[in-house]
């Protein structure tokens, strides 16, 4: 019914820059919020940034600064870019959508997860 498709995880040394990007795609109605969240070994999932409908966006504390969360409406695609990276940001990151199916009820939706690993 609804695929998170996302790419752009990869292998980066501290301080250099990855952009993630998930593709919504699907029966969808209307997406209230798309977001990144992020789980490394040994931690729980944690959300990274998200932005609403509008142009809402928030951030965890240790990524102020660093990464910024864009959205292009047309294509229901969410972007991660992160700079400045650092070891502490090597996790999986997962999209998420608050999204609406036609015929449906609203709900959460993930994608498969993509690996970033910062690392000299």
């Known amino acids: 019914q609804v695929q998170l498709v996302e790419s752009g995880g990869g292998l980066v040394q501290p301080g250099g820059s990855l952009r993630l990007s998930c593709a919504a795609s699907?029966?969808?109605?209307?997406?209230?919020?798309m977001g990144w969240y992020r789980q490394a070994p040994g931690k729980q999932r944690e959300l990274v940034a998200a932005i609403t409908s509008g142009t809402t966006t928030t951030y965890t504390d240790s990524v102020k600064g660093r990464f910024t969360i864009s959205r292009d409406y047309a294509e229901n695609t969410v972007y991660l870019q992160m700079s400045s990276l650092k070891p502490e940001d090597t996790a999986i990151y997962y999209c998420?959508?608050?999204?609406?199916?036609?015929?449906?009820?609203?709900?959460?939706?993930w994608g498969q997860g993509t690996q970033v690993t910062v690392s000299s």
């Open positions: 998420n959508a608050d999204l609406k199916l036609w015929y449906s009820d609203r709900g959460d939706y």
């Open positions: 699907g029966n969808i109605f209307s997406i209230y919020a």
